[in-house]
């Protein structure tokens, strides 16, 4: 298919499959080599590149998403033989070695200072934090990047100096991809004739097919003429799946440019959030942060930047994945689940979509259109911690969300927990929140909720952690949030209203 994109600030057509990863367009059929693969998972960041100004990871995106997006590679970010401020302060502060990861810590970094022009150390790792380096250590990195700061005014938007002009028409041959009324598409043809490479996957000489309707109309009719076409959001899970070959599918159909998904609307009680809104447009959200600060703690401990620019609450939530970060808010606080086709629309409560891991009430043709969040009034506490391998990237071992109503004089009116990775779907205990309610948060009170909190849980065994592990730091999570908040407020006096020590 015709793939039409810019590229360093240049329109480029490109003749390729659509299936294709960014990272072989760029590297091979574009020469673009600045862009590195090594995890080829989303793990590295070395195959990071901008898209439309935003990082994302090339090894997870395919050919047919470029289509009408800007794209940013390190070859785009210094201004003709000039470097940029970012390349001269890595450079001048020693942040290179061999050089694999300096790309997309670059690009990052550069994202990073255009959101953020004067960021904090800490801003600086949280925006690198996707971006693995083996030999220079992080130390000098981060000094760069505030040195990059320092030059004030310097740190031009990326791929913003060049004009635009047609630069590139590469083709394969034959085949001509057609677009047609709001679905671009690949046709079969195109698979047979395309430039030679490694694609992301092939089904025999066959590529598959992508589509990538605009509107649920389109959708719809992609999906009635494709009945075993897959859909996928961010693709972040399901392309990963597919590259390990532990799911197939012989036609895609990304959701990412219909606009009925997108978007968060204000209700009576509360909000409705479109299934395509990635994280990072969640966490942008001030009514999320304010009123749903639960939901946007657990959002900022997904993934990397790069991840929670692709991957979506809708993803999230039909991967279905015990370990998900955005689950166990979306339990304690109700949430409810908009299911639709082109011609029914109902609603789930969440604590029934989920069936079993990787498993959901979803029916074929159905997908995922929106999340109802009621606020959750007089709810002051709210909490959300995860225990993973390491900081960022990591998928959760344990993690708990919690909602509390405290009163005046420090007994606990209300309590909702729930459990992530501790089971096959989000673990909840009634037995738990009975145990705390009308009482003040003392020692003795705390350890009968974590012995019942254990109690609860059914975790497994998996590379991550054992069980045992599992099973202790479900408590333990319990156990800290309840000291922390007695350090607060100490259980003798009374809890002040409106604080939340965690959020
Ligand atoms: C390196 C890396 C780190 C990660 N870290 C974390 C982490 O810390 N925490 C975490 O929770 N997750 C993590 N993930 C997993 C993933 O990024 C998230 O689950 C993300 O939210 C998935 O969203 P997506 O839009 O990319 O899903 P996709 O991959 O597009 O889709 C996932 C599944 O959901 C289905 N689907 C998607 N949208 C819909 C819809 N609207 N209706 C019906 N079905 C739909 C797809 O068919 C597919 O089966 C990580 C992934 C990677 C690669
Ligand atoms: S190659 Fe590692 S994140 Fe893409
Ligand atoms: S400089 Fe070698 S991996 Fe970072």
Not at 157 to 175: C, I, W
Not at 333 to 362: D, Y
């Amino acid at each position: 298919m015709n793939i039409r994109f810019t590229i360093n600030g240049r329109e480029a057509t490109v003749e390729a499959l659509p299936d294709r990863r960014v990272v072989d367009l760029l590297r091979e059929d574009l020469g673009l080599t600045g862009t590195k693969e090594g995890c080829g998972s989303g793990e590295c960041g070395a195959c990071m590149v901008l898209i439309d100004g935003e990082p994302r990871l090339s090894c997870l995106m395919l050919a047919a998403q470029l289509e009408d997006r800007a794209v940013t590679t390190i070859e785009g970010l210094a201004n003709g033989d000039g470097l940029h401020p970012v390349q001269e302060a890595f450079v001048r502060c020693g942040a290179v070695q061999c050089g694999f990861c300096s790309p997309g810590m670059m690009l990052a970094a550069s994202a990073l200072l255009t959101q953020t022009p004067d960021p904090t150390r800490d801003q600086i790792r949280e925006g690198l934090a996707g971006n693995l380096c083996r030999c220079t250590g992080y130390q000098k990195i981060v000094d760069a990047v505030e040195t990059a700061a320092r030059s004030t005014g310097r740190v031009a938007d990326p791929g913003a100096s060049l004009a635009p002009s047609r630069l590139l028409h590469l083709s394969g041959g034959g085949g001509v991809g057609s677009h047609e009324g709001k679905v671009a598409q690949g046709t079969e043809e195109d698979s047979l004739d395309a430039p030679v490479g490694v694609t992301f996957r092939t089904r025999g000489a066959r590529a598959t097919q992508v589509f990538l309707p605009e509107d649920l109309d389109a959708l719809w009719s992609c999906m009635a003429e494709h009945p075993a076409a897959r859909v996928f959001a961010g693709g972040t899970d399901l392309l990963v799946q597919m590259r390990a070959r532990r799911e197939d599918a012989p036609v895609l159909i990304g959701l990412e440019r219909i606009v009925e998904l997108q978007g968060v609307r204000e209700t009576p009680s509360g909000l409705w959030i479109g299934a395509g809104n990635s994280h990072r447009r969640l966490l942008d959200d001030p009514r999320i942060r304010k009123d749903f600060p639960v939901l946007a703690q657990a959002l900022r401990a997904l993934g990397s930047p790069a991840i929670r620019n692709m991957g979506t609450i809708g993803g999230n939530l039909c991967s279905a994945s015990p370990a998900g970060d955005a689950l166990p808010p979306l339990y304690v606080l109700g949430a409810e689940l908009e299911l639709s086709t082109r011609s029914r629309r109902r609603t789930v409560p969440i604590n029934t979509f989920i069936t079993g891991p990787g498993k959901t009430v979803l029916r074929p043709g159905e997908i995922l259109t929106g999340i109802r969040l009621n606020r959750p009034d007089g709810y002051e506490i709210h909490h959300y911690e995860k225990v993973g391998q390491r900081k960022a990237l990591a998928c959760a071992i344990a993690s708990m969300a919690a909602l509390l109503k405290i009163s005046p004089t420090g007994e606990i009116e209300a309590a909702r927990f729930a459990w992530g990775s501790v089971g096959p779907t989000v673990v909840t205990s009634a037995e738990v929140e009975a145990t705390l309610i009308g009482e003040r948060l003392s020692p003795a009170v705390l350890e009968t909720a974590t012995r019942l909190a254990r109690q609860a849980m059914s975790p497994i065994d998996d590379l991550r952690a054992s069980a045992n592990y599992r099973r202790r730091v479900s408590g333990n999570l319990l156990l800290r949030l309840g000291i922390d908040l007695q350090k607060t407020f100490p259980s003798s006096g009374p809890f002040s209203q409106g604080s939340s020590p965690s959020s």
